[in-house]
Structures are given as C-alpha cells and as structure tokens.
C-alpha cells in the first residue's frame, strides 16, 4: 500500500515538474486565475458595481465617454458607465457562459460518444453520422441560426454554443473508447459478464476523463470568443448586461474618437482567451495526450 502511495506522489511530483518547467503554461495558469478571482471578487473590486449591476444610478449622463484617467481607469462609455467595472463583471457572464456550454458539451457529446463507441453497429452509425452533420456546419454560424430562432438571452447563448460544441466531445470520446475497449483489463470485465454499461462507466470513462480535460481547457477559450461573437451581433447576451461582446459592439460607432470603449473590453476577450490556450497546452505537453484543437 506504502508503494503504490509513494508511486502516485512521485507521479503527481512528475507531473508537476513538467508543468512548471514550461514558462508559457505558467503564464496561461495565472491569465486563468486573474480571470476567474477578477469575477468572483468584481462586487469588492469594481469601483462603480452600480454601473454594471443596472441598478439606481446605472447611467452618469455627466461623464459620457470620459477618458481614461485615476477615476475611471479605463474610462466610460456613451451612457457614463465606467467601464472597468463593466468588464469585471463580464468577467463573470463570460465564465459562466463557458462552465455551462462546456457542462452540456461534455454532458450531451461524452455520453453520446461513450454509447457509440461501446454498442458499435447502427447505433454508432446513427450517432456518429449525426454529429457529422452538425459539424459539417460553421460554429458562429451554427450557434447564430439557434439563437436567431429563439429570444437572444444569456441562457440561449450557451445553448447555441452547445449545439455545435457537442460533436467534438462525442468524436474524442468515441475515439477513445474504440483505442481502449480491447485493452485486456476490458475484455476481463467483459468475460466476467459485466453489462457494457457498466463496463463502460467502470473501466472505459476513468481512462479518458484526462484528455477530455485537456480538451475542455483549449475549448474554454475558443466557447468565450464565439460567445463574444453571438453578443457583437446582438444574437446572444442583451443591454445592459455587460457582456464584453455587447460592450465591444456598443463602441464601435465612437473608435475614432474614444478608442477605449470598444478596444479595452476586446483586450479583456484576447487576454482571457490567451490564457486558456496557453493553459490548455501545456496540459496537452504534461499529460502528453492528442486532441483536436479548434480552428
């Protein structure tokens, strides 16, 4: 027992080595964590919440499209909103838009794919001729069709996005299935007359659960830019939300004169998707697994 324990330490002290040892993926990891205490803490950090919140005293007609300067720190918007504040709290409308995307993806595609993967035959045709056919199609594309069928809304957002991003979870997972279930652990499982269901949660998805992580922590980039996407074109998340994408498109009729209405929330996009690519990476090297990265 005093072995196998002292094995997975010198394993997680492995691991961890490699990760520090790659000074990118360090930069990624700390990107992700000023992004994520940015939202958690914006109600303690923001110095005007009110201008985010949609509350009493949300529009400041008396400081419209103010500077930058030691009072607004990255200056105000049309309706005097300051707008540092605003990109703290959408700090929190991009996480969350990025945790329940990824949850129904993962959730949707991952147990999809485990079913094909484990029946085969028809099944997996059917599954996997599906998920063809969703992919076949664009993902702003895809996710603007869904959200201009329905009431652009915050919740419609992430539902758009899932609709595309579910067939790359079922073709990774199916994949990986198809690479493990003739492993010798699997067909003993089997031999013992285990239901492939049970086969399949007990032996096969603790075998894949790394590289559908990985795969998540790439993805989390790419689901906040096409987010941002649906929200500049008015598809996803609605005024007065501070949503970077809305922020981002509300300015852009003031970028010859007040550049930083529209650029420093399209900074605060390219900043956090930055860090999650460069986290998602070194995951990949330190895990050392292969997925899809999305064009």
Not at 62 to 76: K, Q, Y
Not at 106 to 114: A, C, E, F, N
């Amino acid at each position: 027992m005093s072995s196998e324990r002292e094995e997975q330490i010198d394993n997680l002290k492995r691991l961890w080595s490699r990760f520090t040892a790659n000074t990118l993926t360090v930069v990624g990891t700390l990107i992700v964590v000023s992004v994520i205490f940015a939202a958690i803490f914006a109600p303690y950090i923001a110095p005007y919440p009110q201008h985010a919140e949609g509350g009493v005293g949300s529009v400041d007609n008396d400081n419209r499209l103010a500077e930058p300067s030691t009072e607004h720190l990255m200056g105000t918007d049309d309706s005097g909103r300051d707008i540092f504040s605003r990109v703290l709290y959408g700090a929190r409308i991009s996480l969350q838009m990025m945790t329940i995307a990824l949850t129904l993806s993962i959730s949707v595609g991952g147990t999809l794919g485990l079913v094909a993967g484990m029946k085969g035959g028809i099944t997996k045709v059917i599954i996997m001729r599906t998920a063809d056919t969703f992919m076949s199609i664009p993902a702003l594309v895809l996710a603007m069709v869904v959200a201009g069928l329905l009431e652009p809304n915050l919740y419609i957002s992430m539902v758009a996005v899932s609709v595309y991003w579910w067939t790359l979870y079922c073709r990774l997972v199916q994949g990986e299935v198809n690479s493990i279930k003739e492993e010798e652990f699997v067909e003993a499982d089997r031999a013992l007359g285990s239901p492939w269901y049970n086969t399949a949660v007990k032996e096969i998805l603790p075998n894949i659960i790394t590289p559908v992580l990985v795969k998540a922590t790439i993805d989390a980039g790419f689901i906040i830019l096409l987010a941002a996407g649906l929200g500049f074109l008015g598809l996803g998340t609605q005024p007065p939300t501070p949503d970077w994408g809305v922020m981002v498109a509300q300015g852009r009729d003031f970028v010859l004169t007040s550049w930083w209405v529209s650029t420093l929330p399209g900074l605060a996009i390219a900043y956090t998707v930055y860090g999650f690519n460069l986290l998602g990476d070194g995951l990949r090297d330190v895990f050392d697994v292969e997925v899809d990265v999305n064009e």
